[in-house]
């Protein structure tokens, strides 16, 4: 059964990829606000395909820990790093406890 699942989560999510792969960079040439909005949409889509076709639902928690605007996502490297640390005293970044990562924002 995990290979069918499997299965038909390729066999939809290459044609979504594809389709959103050219519309994102087309999106482009409009203004980064609308390649960002096909961005977000795929997203979207490939979370919808994914509960759909694999069954694996998500939840979202913490986004008031989440500072607005643009943000990034990073691993965390030691402690010890000085590159590190400016970056951190300088973007204001927000520690997320489960996981050893960094949310960086604006």
Known sequence: MTTLRSLLFLLGSIPITTVFGILVPLGGLFGVHVAAAFARNYTKVMLVWVEWS?????????????????????????RLSPVWSRIESTAGAIRSQPFSSMVIGT
């Open 54 to 78: 694999l069954g694996i639902s998500y939840e979202v928690q913490g986004w008031e820990n989440v500072p607005p605007g643009p943000v990034m996502w990073t691993a965390r490297p030691s």
